[in-house]
């Protein structure tokens, strides 16, 4: 049934999974660079009935690197160039030692949370792809699947993939993610049929 088919969501890390990340942040739109592959992966997934949902953590703000229009512009370029595709998005502006602790703020999990109810989506139909340990921990506290994309991070130093308990998967880039949540979520056939 459609409705039954829609009610599943990929959760998507914003730096190093959808645009190249770089080690001084990613604000500026010159900056803003959209991986290969991206806007071709997440039409896969929505063909296939997922809800696309943006969680990134964007503390620059906090930091006063950057402003929350800046983000806004960023997230307005990334829907043009993947043709509007994404359902929403939620970014954690704080950080605890410029200004507040945040349950948004990964690995915290409100913002998976929220994606959740919002769609009246269930944890089991869902996956996180993400490049860093605080990804997989939030989607981890939410019972999503994960995959690990250990080379997209500027930033952090990954750790170790094949020892890393919240990572369900790994994957070198998004559409190879696409691949794999899209041969998990296959229906089994049934002896006799042809799917
Ligand atoms: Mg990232």
Redesign the pocket.
């Given at each position: 049934m459609y409705f039954r088919a829609m009610q599943k969501a990929v959760f998507l890390?914003?730096?190093?999974?959808l645009n190249r990340?770089r080690v001084n942040y990613v604000y500026r739109l010159a900056d803003f660079e959209i991986l290969p592959g991206v806007p071709q992966a997440l039409q896969a997934l929505k063909a296939a009935g997922y809800r696309l949902i943006v969680v990134?953590?964007q503390s620059g703000i906090a930091k006063g690197l950057y402003t929350h229009q800046e983000v806004a512009l960023c997230y307005e370029y990334l829907q043009q160039q993947c043709g509007g595709q994404i359902d929403a998005h939620y970014y954690a502006p704080y950080h605890p030692e410029y200004d507040s602790a945040s349950l948004s703020r990964k690995p915290d999990s409100l913002m998976i949370e929220k994606g959740l109810a919002r769609f009246g989506v269930k944890p089991a139909q869902c996956w996180l792809v993400?490049?860093?340990e605080r990804?997989l921990v939030a989607a981890k506290k939410c019972h999503l699947r994960t995959i690990y994309i250990p080379e997209?991070?500027a930033?952090f130093v990954p750790p170790a993939p094949e020892s890393h308990p919240g990572a369900d998967f790994m994957a070198a880039h998004l559409p190879q993610a696409v691949e794999i949540i899209l041969a998990q979520d296959r229906p089994l056939a049934k002896p006799g049929q042809n799917l």
């Open positions: 890390d914003r730096d190093g999974v990340d990134t953590n993400g490049d860093s990804d997209g991070s930033r």
